[in-house]
């Protein structure tokens, strides 16, 4: 089936920008979605379709997809944006796995 | 605005099965997708399957085939998960979400914890 592959974690300083990326065979030709979850909280989506940031999302975050890697980029960073972060597909060729999520990736504010 | 609750923590022997809600309340609910996820204790996302209340459609993942079952009561806009012959590898907390246009989960409920030992 199909793999979403996330650097386990990442270290940005405040301020700076944060790049997390998630591999795959061809992702450049879907849509990849991207959650944040804080300890002990559900996971939010901060973006949906590559680069679409739902209501209510800072404009730090944004996205891209291409090739074989999708990047969630955040801008800026502040303490509070110290989470795992993760990617999701949706995969219409699969029966059986339709949503698949990388690994995530932990968020380290320095 | 949907807004997802679901029902309390559990505990289970193994080998039982356990059913956790999930109640919408807010917009219509049959249109809605309803996906379920869960997350053992320190590891990542999994999707576990899915229903669409208007076309009583249901989606597994190959990991849980045969052992969930998702169910949707329209008259109370509630939906359930059941998972069977649990294990303790089973211990996790599972929430439901609803996937929007893009197929994202825009909107999760609170998570429920599913702790399964003897």
């Known amino acids: 089936s199909y793999v979403l592959a996330q650097p386990p974690s990442v270290s940005v300083a405040p301020g700076k920008t944060a790049r997390i990326t998630c591999g795959g065979t061809?992702?450049?030709?879907?849509?990849v979605h991207w959650y944040q979850q804080k300890p002990g909280q559900a996971p939010v989506l901060v973006i949906y379709?590559?680069?679409v940031r739902p209501s209510g999302i800072p404009e730090r975050f944004s996205g891209s997809n291409s090739g074989s890697t999708a990047t969630l980029s955040i801008s800026r960073v502040e303490a509070g944006d110290e989470a795992d972060y993760y990617c999701?597909?949706?995969?219409?060729?699969?029966?059986?796995?339709?949503?698949?999520f990388g690994g995530g990736t932990t968020l380290t504010v320095l | 605005q949907v807004q997802l609750v679901q029902s309390g923590a559990e505990v289970k022997k193994p080998g039982s099965s356990v059913k956790v809600a999930c109640k919408a309340s807010?917009?219509?609910?049959?249109?809605?997708?309803i996906n379920w996820v869960r997350q053992a204790p320190g590891q990542g996302l999994e999707w576990m399957g899915r229903?669409?209340?208007?076309?009583?459609?249901?989606n597994y993942a190959q990991n849980f085939q045969g052992r969930v079952i998702i169910t949707a009561d329209e008259s109370t806009s509630t939906a359930y998960m059941e998972l069977s012959s649990l294990r303790s590898d089973d211990t996790a907390v599972y929430y439901c979400?609803?996937?929007?246009?893009?197929?994202?989960?825009?909107?999760w409920g609170q998570g429920t914890m599913v702790t399964v030992s003897s």
């Open positions: 229903i669409i209340p208007f076309f009583d459609t249901t």
């Open positions: 061809n992702i450049g030709s879907t849509g």
């Open positions: 379709f590559d680069t």
């Open positions: 807010g917009g219509t609910f049959r249109t809605h997708t």
């Open positions: 999701q597909v949706f995969d219409r060729t699969s029966d059986h796995q339709l949503v698949i």
């Open positions: 979400a609803i996937e929007n246009g893009a197929n994202a989960f825009d909107t």
